[in-house]
């Protein structure tokens, strides 16, 4: 194995102030720092599920909402992971993972392409899951989509809690973002008859 794949992005604004690490070569340890409970959570199981270490250190105008964290977070993990990936040399490139949670079933397939483009078919019975908005299941994979150059396909096929719909989404997100990620030895250069990613 070469040496680790890192991306280390910090970003500070009048809304948010974060520091984000991201190692596509770790073992699944993780440092989460953030003031939205739920938000943390999900990536909690994103880093159990993928494998990567994950360090986030985040401050954010919550006092407004949880929207600016939320998105700046997805944000600095899209632009930590287009870090890590480099020049995507001898990766799978694709990555597809159905995840059942309970009564819910997300599937979630992702192509490591140079260009973003996301497909989000979910729709959330409830508002809210604690004090956390479900909309911002969407603006959250919105700004990584843009910021990894990645194609993104999320479909929730069924359920009825949406914990736990939310959550099979990002358990799904990891286990395919890993698949796709992964370094592949019968794989020469880019898995592209272009030639480049």
């Known amino acids: ?3 680790n794949r890192i991306g280390e992005i910090k970003r500070d604004t009048f809304e948010t102030q974060i520091a984000l690490k991201l190692n596509l070569d770790g073992e699944g340890r993780r440092q989460l720092e953030l003031p939205v409970p739920f938000l943390k959570h999900m990536l909690d199981l994103f880093v159990k599920h993928s494998g990567f270490d994950l360090d986030v250190d985040a401050k954010g ?3 407004i909402d949880d929207h600016h964290t939320v998105e700046d977070i997805g944000i600095c993990l899209g632009q930590a992971f287009k870090q890590a990936i480099g020049d995507k040399a001898g990766i799978r490139r ?5 995840t ?13 392409s140079g260009r973003s483009y996301l497909v989000f078919n979910a729709q959330f019975p409830a508002e809210k899951v604690g004090n956390f908005q479900t909309e ?3 603006e959250f994979f919105q700004a990584f989509t843009a910021n990894a150059g990645v194609t993104l396909h999320i479909n929730l096929h069924y359920g009825t809690n949406t914990h736990h719909m939310i959550e099979g989404i990002f358990k799904a997100f990891a286990g395919a973002l890993a ?10 250069g880019v ?6 990613l």
């Open 1 to 3: 194995m070469s040496a």
């Open 61 to 63: 105008d919550i006092e």
């Open 94 to 98: 694709y990555g597809n993972r159905f």
């Open 100 to 112: 059942p949670m309970d009564e819910a079933l997300a599937q979630v397939t992702v192509d490591i």
């Open 136 to 138: 911002l299941v969407l």
């Open 179 to 188: 698949e796709a990620a992964r370094k592949d030895e019968t794989i020469k």
């Open 191 to 196: 898995l592209s008859t272009k030639g480049s």
